[in-house]
Nanobody
Framework: QLQVVESGGGSVQSGGSLRLSCEVSGFSLHYYAVAWFRQAPGKERERVSCIASTGVGTNYADSVKGRFTISRDIDKNTVYLQMNSLKPEDTAIYYC????????????????WGQGIQVTVSS
């Protein structure tokens, strides 16, 4: 059974760092792309970052470029989102999502979603 579980959220002051983890089970990251999305209150969900099944293709929203880094550990079946220089506007529920894809790009629709995890950045 395919499962997607996020962890690592919490509260941090502006300028701080957090690392989110997305542990997946029931499939191999060799064949699945993974993305992080977020949704703030009153705003639409946006894709923050993603990584293709190749492990090479990545993508970042303009708002997080240079501050966030996505990576993965195939052996642990886990994808990470390292978030540095956090700002209050990064406050949102962050969701991990995955879908089967062998495309070089990760900018694709996502089928399976985690429950989400809260990230709060105070000024």
């Amino acid at each position: 059974q395919l499962q997607v579980v996020e962890s690592g959220g919490g509260s941090v002051q502006s300028g701080g760092s957090l690392r989110l983890s997305c542990e997946v089970s029931g499939f191999s990251l060799h064949y699945y792309a993974v993305a992080w999305f977020r949704q703030a209150p009153g705003k639409e969900r946006e894709r923050v970052s993603c990584i293709a099944s190749t492990g090479v293709g990545t993508n970042y929203a303009d708002s997080v470029k240079g501050r966030f880094t996505i990576s993965r550990d195939i052996d642990k079946n886990t994808v990470y989102l390292q978030m540095n220089s956090l700002k209050p506007e990064d406050t949102a529920i962050y969701y991990c999502a995955t879908t089967r894809s062998i495309q070089a790009t990760c900018v694709i629709p996502y089928e399976y979603w985690g429950q989400g995890i809260q990230v709060t950045v105070s000024s």
